[in-house]
């Protein structure tokens, strides 16, 4: 594997599937919510991070569409036109029957500073066919970079040849000084976190540099796994939230008991980058030997232990005006025989200065098993942060926006921003640099429907609509 070459290997297919301009006759009784139907499976997760950037008036919003395969779309805010959605590149996942609704391989979108558009997608671990993964185990697929062959052009993409086919979860992240760090789980379950970094916008980029260790455990018959989400912090800061998963050997009692393996996965971690200095560093300023292991973040990077009985589901994390950090992790009790515990409330935690504090609820009706309503949050104008909330009230799935009242410590419900009957709401993190309209994706899993979902923009106002005739084309 070369990774400092850059090799355009294919261009991939030119031309709208279904684009077109708005048509005159076109009334507003003709408008609708979402701005396709096409988004596939699960199209959109916190952990692939971000699902778009907006810049220069334009949202551009990347979701998985027909075959896992990346697609991309992007909405004019003055002129109010839509353009695409366009295929950007093809996935090794959802071709065969196995991996046909394998949805790790989400995108993850990038801008660099030259303005070109870049999309990460399509691996759950690598596979043998890219040699030793020498970095963990290795599942299927093959982790993917694709780049905009004009800046701030959606319809043409080529594939550069220059990250590790073993990533998953890609969370990008682009720096001040136009660095670029590409954040993933270097391979399957039992595989090291990394990332790799590219100083000229992510045409070449350095090896992989692991963060969090995962090695066999050597006081239980189980090995080490984590589940990470990294965004950017202040100046040269990128901060890091995660949980911990026990991945039990098949000769272990638990998985004997269970019959199989689980999502079993506990705590929640916080640390914190400094991309200058390469320094790792806890909330209180201490310094982290990287890779970091169970021990050393058991120690010092904890921000609250939810015992063997509540399983997680790791959220985000975000910095105030202080530059204090403050986190969501999703919780609930291990239900026996339920690959993913039970239902998981999202909680939430907040740093003083001095110490973590909270573990609030966010809305007590959000407690289903459908992890992917587990919204991202923002700091709103207010100093306060802005939760955005799938949950379920009677036969409606709304998403809703709630805002913690430090005063009374708990949350209150600020607005409604989209309603459906007989569906679940899988949504994105945030939107890089988010327009308030236009906020974070949401895809509408109707029940029963196994393939096709309908995905809409949504910000302050509720979702940005198009023409009917085009988002159901
Ligand atoms: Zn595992």
Redesign the pocket.
Known sequence: MTLNRVTPVFVLLLGSLWGGDIQAEDTPKDMVEYFTSSGFSTPVAIVNSPAGVYVNGVTYVTYQGAKTDPYIASYHHETQEWQGPYKAGTSLLGKDEASAKDSHGKPTMLIDNDEYIHLFFGGHGGSDAFGENELGNVFRGMNKHVVSVKPYDISEFEELDNISPFGNYNQAIKMDNGDIYLFYRHG???SNWVYQKSTDNARTFSEPVSFLEATPRTDIDA?H?WYAWATKGSGDDIIVSYDY????NITSAPFKARGG????RNNLYYMVFNTQTGIWRNVSGEELKVPVTYEAANAKALVTETGLDNWTFNGSVHLDENNYPHVTINTGRDLGKINWGGPKQTEYYRWNGQKWLGGNTVHPNANNKNLDTRGDFFLNDEGGFTFALGYKEGEDEIISYFEYDQKNQCFSKVSDLVKVKNANWAMSPMIENAHPDARFLAAEKVVGEKEWRRMYLVGDHGAVKRVESEANQ
């Open positions: 399957a379950h039992r090995h796994s998963h026990v991945c039990w393996h689980f999502a079993e």
